[in-house]
């Protein structure tokens, strides 16, 4: 299994950004997959995650801005962030298992990161 993510990038407040997290070697759907952040000093923490049965969690924190979603045909998750926030600026991680971890850090395969950086 690999996992791989892709979209970081640089912008100012109240932009967005999409993410990509490319999720190679599960049958499909047969696997959860979440997006962490770690900023520098601070704890990893959960953002979203989608279930195989679609249901998904978000963090109280970018709940109604940040929106994940699953193309099964390309085995991608997509993490959809609108009205950033200079908060928002963080390594972002894609992490994937077929136990359905949903925001808790358990997962087993685990991306390099993508770096979001929001500006005022």
């Known amino acids: 299994v690999s996992v791989a993510e892709s979209g970081g990038g640089s912008v100012q407040a109240g932009g967005s950004l999409r993410l990509s997290c490319r999720v190679s070697g599960y049958p499909y759907r047969a696997y959860g997959v979440a997006w962490f952040r770690q900023a520098p000093g601070k704890q990893r923490e959960g953002v979203a995650s989608?279930?195989?049965?679609?249901?998904?969690h978000y963090a109280t924190s970018v709940k109604g801005r940040f929106t994940i979603s699953r193309d099964e045909v390309d085995h991608i998750v997509y993490l959809q962030m609108n009205s950033l926030k200079p908060e928002d600026t963080a390594m972002y991680y894609c992490?994937?298992?077929?136990?359905?971890?949903?925001?808790?850090?358990?997962?087993?395969?685990w991306g390099q990161g993508t770096q979001v950086t929001v500006s005022s």
């Open positions: 992490a994937a298992d077929v136990f359905e971890y949903r925001l808790d850090p358990k997962y087993e395969f």
């Open positions: 989608v279930d195989s049965d679609e249901e998904k």
